[in-house]
């Protein structure tokens, strides 16, 4: 059980770190934001140059890393659609797969990026995996008595 929702987390991590809105709320933007659940799935479809130009900003990515960016995230996209309708895999095959899918997106962009833009892309991520297990402890049934560790 502990490893199966340490696997839900890790997923659930990988697949906000592109998602815009998961990182940081832009400023003057509203105070309210939507359920963890909601806010994935609104941004879940998101079209990849969207997400692609929310990490351009965040980023500082010049025009060519953009455009790399972009094509990595709908290669992302359309190889976890494929892992998803694929009802022959389990849910932990399916787990894993999408979680090398994201690892490996998640590499290609890293290896795009200049030093001072990868430790930003790290913070990011670094964030982005704290609220995930913020949100995981939060939603643990009898109040997560067990260490995750």
């Known amino acids: 059980m502990l490893k199966q929702s340490l696997l839900v987390i890790t997923v659930a991590a990988l697949l906000y770190m592109l998602l815009p809105g998961a990182v940081a709320q832009e400023p003057g933007s509203s105070d309210q934001q939507p359920a963890a659940s909601e806010h994935a799935h609104a941004h879940a479809h998101?079209?990849?140059?969207?997400?692609?130009a929310m990490l351009a900003k965040r980023l500082n990515l010049n025009s060519e890393q953009q455009s790399k960016v972009e094509d990595i995230i709908k290669s992302e996209q359309s190889q976890m659609e494929g892992v998803h309708s694929d009802t022959s895999l389990s849910k932990e095959d399916?787990?894993?797969?999408?979680m090398d899918i994201h690892k490996s997106s998640s590499d290609q962009i890293r290896g795009l990026l200049d030093p001072d833009q990868q430790k930003k892309w790290d913070e990011m991520q670094s964030k982005q995996q704290e609220r995930m297990q913020e949100h995981h402890h939060e939603q643990a049934p009898g109040g997560g008595s067990r260490s995750p560790q």
């Open 46 to 52: 998101m079209d990849p140059a969207k997400r692609a």
């Open 94 to 98: 399916r787990r894993s797969k999408m």
